[in-house]
């Protein structure tokens, strides 16, 4: 029977393909005691290597596979760390010696082994080490699959153009599904902010997420057709749906096409005003789409996906060839590099393992480098010396006022201090710049406009902590509105902060790549925006559409609305006059 869900739109595309479920809740193991004798033991620690030997077959394959062919060189790198875990064998062997002692089954021992791994790492009180409890349990997940006889890959007996159904799906397992030619992704959690929605529209893939409930009730292999722009998911549509979809599907593929080819067109509104159009990126072999896309730029580098899913953190060499490929890459356009937001709702794969009742509210980014300042100052000492390949600036995430953002300052000093003790080169000025993201750095903006050289606005998190919703829990999903008149009100206040005191002003939230919003931002006076490689095109037709002079009176107009519904009707019926055709699927 047909099933019609509304999710959270993701990333854009249509598709429709067999569902592949994706079961990644833990296993539920018992403990079996061994029958009498050694023969038992023997064979229980022989079945235990066979599947650790298999989990590292898997890994490697699955490494093989989306090493080069386009891939980012961080999904290569991810499967690397996981495959660690397997090759140091401290797990296997405590397992084995579980299993010899305690005369128990293998399931039960590599349980028990990961579970105290898992409490030592914990109890390390090293953030760090306590990140990488996720991937202990992820491993051994894989054993212990691997010993029931269970695929432990989502991408394993794929059908083609899949759409996979999951709970949720970690960053590893979105590196299994790239070189699948999997149709596009459903998830029950998760927000358009979240992991999953920013690797999916890093790698083009059509994805809705925060759908509750769903993988109960959809069969294997069942028709599903999904459209990441709208958020539409339909289990089994109905066959005469089926041509409408695909159709729809075609028409997008086709806009982005056309969009593309005129790609290199700058974007200024009919009445004359210039917008910069810069990329965020991810990883960065981005860099290549970002400049094919047209960008002028990268507005926003999210660095944390070079620590994700490793042993140990990345070093100042690995990270310095990191940042100068995209510095150099992207020369003379500008880059703001951003420090590691590591915590939070990034790379903790199960929310009940981080450990803080709050994450959102906790030891996270800018907070987070404070109180790990070695890990820190190595980051910023590699981006100063990238900063010598090209135009670059350094950015810090989640900056409550002043006194954090002098804190942040301090250290680029200590750094610049210590590589000239080493007599290692960066240049005289980089530019330092602060993340808007934070009610409270809104309140403080013209005394941070002091220290600052730019600001960017992350309208991600700043709708997150001015509405008190998560953006990342899909039950409150509806109530997060980035056309809150309160978040209009905040951007408009730190464009303004911004402005009075000459620096310069930019949008790197999913805000800024919403083509019904890209108007109300620039009717705002923000005069950069930065968007995924994939929706500059898209981006610069809008602003190419608009006069500046309607926006900006609308803007007013929005700035005196009562609600996100409001100003919502406002935009879309704006788009509807002005650039209809961008937009059809919204507006339908
Ligand atoms: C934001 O919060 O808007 C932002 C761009 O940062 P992130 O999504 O990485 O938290
Ligand atoms: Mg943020």
């Not at 960053?171 to 998760?190: I, K, R």
């Not at 109530?479 to 620096?503: D, I, M």
């Not at 968007?531 to 809008?542: E, G, I, M, N, T």
């Amino acid at each position: 029977m047909t099933d019609r869900r509304v999710g959270v739109p993701a990333s854009p595309g249509v598709a429709v393909g067999p569902a592949h479920l994706v079961e990644r809740r833990p296993l539920a193991v018992s403990c079996r005691p061994l029958a009498a004798g050694d023969a038992a033991v023997e064979a229980e620690v022989e079945r235990l290597r066979g599947a650790v030997a298999r989990g590292r077959e898997q890994i490697e394959r699955a490494r093989d596979r989306v090493r080069g062919g386009g891939h980012p060189a961080e999904l290569a790198r991810m499967m690397e760390a996981h495959l660690q875990l397997l090759e140091d064998d401290a797990l296997e062997r405590a397992a084995e010696r579980t299993v010899r002692e305690e005369r128990v089954n293998a399931e039960w021992a590599v349980r028990r082994v990961a579970e105290s791994i898992r409490a030592a790492l914990e109890a390390s009180g090293d953030e760090f080490f306590r990140e990488r409890r996720g991937d202990v349990l992820s491993a051994a997940e894989r054993i212990l699959r691997n010993l029931v006889g269970l695929q432990p890959d989502p991408a394993g007996d794929l059908p083609p153009r899949a759409v996979v159904v999951a709970h949720e799906l970690s960053p590893v397992d979105m590196s299994h599904l790239v070189h699948a030619a999997v149709a596009a992704v459903v998830t029950e959690t998760g927000s358009r902010t979240s992991h999953t929605a920013i690797l999916a529209r890093a790698l083009g893939l059509p994805a809705v997420v925060g759908v509750p409930d769903l993988v109960g009730c959809v069969a294997e292999g069942t028709l599903v057709a999904v459209d990441g722009a709208s958020g539409e998911v339909v289990v089994a549509p109905p066959s005469a749906e089926v041509p409408l979809f695909r159709e729809r599907g075609r028409r997008l593929a086709e806009l982005q096409r056309a969009l593309r080819d005129e790609g290199e067109r700058p974007a200024e509104t009919r009445d004359g005003r210039r917008i910069t159009l810069l990329a965020n990126i991810e990883f960065p072999d981005e860099v290549e789409a970002a400049l094919r896309g047209g960008a002028e730029g990268i507005g926003l580098y999210r660095t944390e996906f070079l620590y994700v899913g490793r042993p140990r953190p990345p070093s100042e060499e690995e990270q310095l060839r990191a940042y100068e490929k995209v510095v150099s890459r992207m020369a003379p356009r500008p880059v703001s590099l951003r420090t590691f937001d590591l915590g939070g709702d990034k790379f903790v794969t199960r929310p009940q393992l981080a450990g803080e009742l709050n994450p959102a509210l906790g030891l996270r980014a800018l907070r987070l480098g404070l109180r790990e300042r070695d890990l820190f100052r190595t980051q910023i000492r590699a981006m100063l010396r990238a900063a010598a390949a090209g135009d670059a600036g350094v950015m810090f995430p989640m900056v409550c006022g002043v006194g954090d953002f002098r804190d942040a300052l301090e250290v680029v000093a200590e750094a610049r201090e210590g590589l000239r003790r080493d007599g290692l080169a960066c240049p005289g000025e980089v530019p330092i710049g602060c993340m808007i993201e934070v009610p409270s750095a809104v309140v403080v903006a013209d005394l941070l406009a002091r220290h600052a050289a730019f600001f960017s606005i992350g309208t991600n998190d700043l709708v997150q902590y001015a509405l008190a919703i998560d953006r990342a829990n899909e039950r409150v999903a509806q109530l997060y509105q980035p056309f809150h008149p309160a978040v209009l009100r905040l951007v408009r206040q730190a464009v303004r902060a911004g402005r009075e005191a000459g620096l310069p002003v930019s949008m790197c939230g999913a805000m800024a790549e919403d083509p019904l919003a890209i108007p109300l931002l620039v009717g705002l006076e923000i005069d950069r925006i930065s968007v995924s490689p994939s929706s500059v095109p898209l981006a610069k037709a809008v602003v190419r559409s608009i006069r500046f002079e309607d926006v900006r009176r609308l803007a007013g107009e929005a700035l005196e609305a009562g609600t996100a519904e409001e100003v919502g009707r406002l935009f879309c019926d704006h788009a509807r006059r002005a650039y209809p055709d961008l937009v059809r699927e919204r507006l339908d």
